[in-house]
């Protein structure tokens, strides 16, 4: 099976910013965050494009967007009002593909291959789904077109805001050879560094590099960066939506000093965590309980153990297992779980049962 | 202080019996342990991973003043089975420690306490109690739980659906492609009663009921089954779902009836499932007027071909299966000959045996 897909990605512009925009124009021109409070140690989740300009960015400390650009307009997240919109994305999403792999609220890999929509071409799909977004829901989306996951979401940062470029399996080369290192997917800020150092600023560096040696260095990383580097990305997109985990974490404005301060945490912790949880109803139980723990110099730790049904007990004695190793005051506590990995269901067998009702 | 003394076996075997469920490594470390109780003559092991529980009692006059301690299972069985047969075992506790002597050889474990060992709390609202033959219940579990399913998204079919309904108990497991339904007659009547047991459950079940005439009692209460048989108990939560509508897949309407040796069409199916595809496992089976024939081919284009001389005499049919939901349906049966009813490329087929209604196995063909 080697026919060419068509995979688009699609990327909202600063999503949660477009919405407040949206719901009061009066916020357009002036630079708006959306976050948690300075006093509160928050931090930046999205940003308008009059913001960047004063080089506030997201996951950047509230505090220090402030600094930045005193006049920011900083808004709490309306998660309801997101979601609401995201809905009304991914309807129509649903209009061309069942095929809809959603990374988050604002942001899915669509495949098209075999589509009927606009004669089967992605470029005008990708283009008619960004008019209908734009006027269905009242904010704009970036989106890039090309033969796998990999191009497709480096393509949608290439216009933004509120355009698209299609890269065709022929113009591949030309376009992930000069990339820099740094956007293929699994290279933070401390791999970047290492390659870096041995000379690896590009992909057409990257790729001088046999798998061999990458494999050496990188381990399984290596194997990716090899076949990125090339632009080779054969990963299906996995529409379903599937779950992989699902967490609770709160940052404290003020460290707690010791493991007794983090387990008096737990209670609320759990309460969250149970909420959100049951509004998430997933299909299946969970496979893993977690904790993380980020320490006040920022090192962080996490501890797992495989439970189907994680209570209070667990998650304590995680947190008991996981504190002695920073043993320091701690800024940030979460607790979650992970979905077990879906074995792909291969059987081509008919189902007995569709939902509930028989087939027969 | 010496606790216990007496042969490996007397320990091995009921400690072996409840070792199975326990998980070696857990958050909760005491969960790798055993709980080892001494009341009077009677020693116990408990194990447990919060789902389920075993017990193994032992009454043999053990002397020896009363006690109670946790130690890993496996380290413990470890070391049992590894000294030779018949050697005098002495258990000691010295402070937190629990020593094991055999000969010459001695190993000092860590013990925690029993207190914090959890057991699950007994559900006392008890709905029925079903009593019948160890044996019968192992055969009947042999019949269906082969076709349960295994880590599904649907966690409900992980498991067996047992049913008391009027004089009868109704055991039905499926994977969603096929459907294993096994019933029995008892006793007495009750009222309806469904519960889904834990996978794990029944194969641990399966594995330690044994083929005698004893009694095994099953206690069905709201959350929780217990089984007691021999010097062993089980508790079992039960699975928290609705198990699909077993009934309205059984095909009414099929009217191809084959009739087969058992032992025959298995050895067949074995021989093809040789070259069917290693990961679809697809057999074609093509009946005419008096003939099966079997075909199976696998990605590098081999094919085997089997044919049977059978005695059908229906319309001729050329259908596809996963060749493991037939080949379990024939190895976990006993008797000489079965019944498959098939109609279109597109419905299943029904496994039957003759004029015998405990019986029923349902597989939905693939498309070849």
């Known amino acids: 099976m080697n026919a060419p897909r068509k995979i688009i990605h699609i990327d909202c512009d600063c999503f949660y910013a477009s919405v407040e925009m949206r719901d009061d124009p009066s916020l357009r021109d002036v630079p708006l965050a959306i976050g948690g409070a300075a006093d509160r140690r928050g931090v930046i989740a999205t940003c308008n494009y009059p913001a960047r300009t004063?080089?506030?960015?997201?996951?950047?400390?509230?505090s220090r967007a402030l600094r930045l650009c005193p006049t920011l307009v900083l808004l709490p997240p309306d998660f309801e009002r997101y979601r609401a919109a995201s809905r009304a994305v991914h309807r129509i999403f649903r209009d061309y593909t069942d095929r809809i792999e959603p990374l988050s609220l604002d942001e899915a890999y669509l495949d098209v291959t075999g589509c009927d929509a606009c004669h089967g071409s992605a470029t005008l799909i990708a283009r008619e789904i960004r008019a209908r977004i734009e006027a269905e829901v009242g904010i704009t989306a970036s989106a890039g077109v090309a033969g796998n996951k990999l191009i497709a979401k480096i393509a949608s940062d290439w216009n933004k805001p509120n355009g698209q470029l299609v890269v065709t399996p022929a113009e591949v080369d030309a376009f992930i050879s000069p990339l820099p290192v740094d956007k293929l997917w699994g290279v933070g800020k401390v791999t970047a560094q290492r390659l870096h150092q041995l000379g690896l600023h590009t992909c057409a560096d990257l790729r001088g590099w046999?798998?061999?040696?990458?494999?050496?260095?990188?381990?399984k990383l290596g194997r990716s960066l090899y076949h990125q580097c090339r632009g080779d990305d054969n990963r299906p997109v996995e529409g379903g939506g599937?779950?992989?985990?699902?967490s609770v974490e709160h940052t404290y404005p003020r460290d707690l000093p010791a493991l007794d301060d983090c387990l008096a945490q737990l209670p609320r912790l759990l309460a969250d965590f149970t909420q959100r949880l049951a509004r998430a109803d997933p299909d299946e139980p969970p496979h893993k309980a977690f904790v993380k723990i980020k320490y006040h110099d920022f090192t962080q730790t996490t501890m797992e153990c495989v439970c189907a049904a994680p209570d209070a007990a667990v998650f304590e004695r995680l947190l008991r297992d996981a504190w002695p190793r920073g043993q320091r005051p701690v800024r940030l506590l979460g607790i979650g779980v992970r979905f077990a990995d879906a074995a792909p269901v291969t059987d081509p067998t008919l189902p007995l049962w569709l939902g509930d009702e028989p087939v027969v | 202080m010496q606790l216990l003394q007496a042969?490996?076996?007397?320990?091995?075997k009921p400690l072996a019996t409840v070792t199975g469920i326990v998980e070696r490594r857990h958050t909760l470390p005491i969960l790798s342990n055993v709980l080892i109780q001494k009341s009077g003559d009677t020693l116990a092991f408990t194990g447990t991973d919060l789902e389920i529980q075993i017990a193994s009692t032992q009454a043999d006059g053990f002397s020896g003043n009363d006690f109670a301690l946790t130690v890993s299972a496996k380290k413990l069985s470890d070391i049992l089975r590894a000294i030779p047969d018949k050697s005098?075992?002495?258990f000691e506790e010295n402070e937190s420690r629990l020593t094991v002597k055999a000969g010459k050889?001695?190993?000092?474990?860590?013990?925690?306490?029993?207190?914090?060992?959890?057991?699950?709390?007994?559900?006392?609202?008890?709905r029925a109690t079903v009593r019948m033959p160890q044996g019968q219940l192992k055969a009947l579990l042999g019949r269906v739980q082969y076709a349960m399913a295994h880590q599904d998204i649907r966690y409900y079919l992980n498991g067996l659906f047992l049913v008391t309904e009027g004089n009868h108990l109704k055991l039905v497991a499926t994977d969603g492609h096929r459907l294993a339904y096994a019933s029995a007659e008892l006793e007495t009547s009750f009222d309806k009663n469904e519960v889904i047991l834990p996978r794990k459950t029944i194969l641990e079940l399966y594995k330690l009921l044994q083929e005698v005439d004893d009694e095994v009692t099953i206690d069905i209460a709201g959350n929780q089954v217990k089984f007691s048989f021999g010097n062993v108990v089980i508790h079992s939560k039960v699975v928290d779902g609705k198990f699909p509508d077993y009934n309205r897949v059984i095909p009414q309407n099929n009217d191809k009836l084959l009739t087969i040796e058992r032992p025959l069409l298995l050895a067949a199916l074995q021989r093809a499932a040789i070259l069917s595809?290693?990961?679809?496992?697809?057999?074609r089976l093509v009946l005419t007027d008096g003939v099966l024939k079997i075909l199976c081919n696998n990605n590098e284009q081999e094919e085997a071909q089997e044919e049977v001389e059978v005695d059908y005499t229906g319309a001729p049919l050329d259908i596809g299966f996963n060749i493991q939901y037939l080949l379990d349906?024939?190895?976990?049966?006993?008797?000489?000959?079965?019944?498959?009813t098939f109609g279109d490329v597109n419905s299943s087929v029904l496994v039957t045996i003759a004029d015998n209604e405990h019986f029923k196995y349902i597989v939905m063909p693939m498309r070849i």
């Open chain 1, 54 to 62: 004063f080089g506030v960015r997201s996951a950047m400390p509230t």
């Open chain 1, 210 to 219: 046999s798998q061999q040696a990458l494999v050496t260095r990188f381990g």
């Open chain 1, 242 to 246: 599937r779950r992989k985990s699902l």
């Open chain 2, 7 to 12: 042969e490996r076996d007397a320990l091995l």
């Open chain 2, 88 to 90: 005098v075992v002495t």
């Open chain 2, 105 to 126: 050889s001695r190993f000092a474990l860590q013990t925690l306490p029993s207190a914090d060992f959890p057991t699950l709390s007994v559900d006392t609202n008890l």
């Open chain 2, 277 to 283: 595809n290693e990961k679809f496992r697809g057999v």
């Open chain 2, 329 to 340: 349906v024939l190895t976990n049966l006993s008797v000489e000959q079965l019944n498959f």
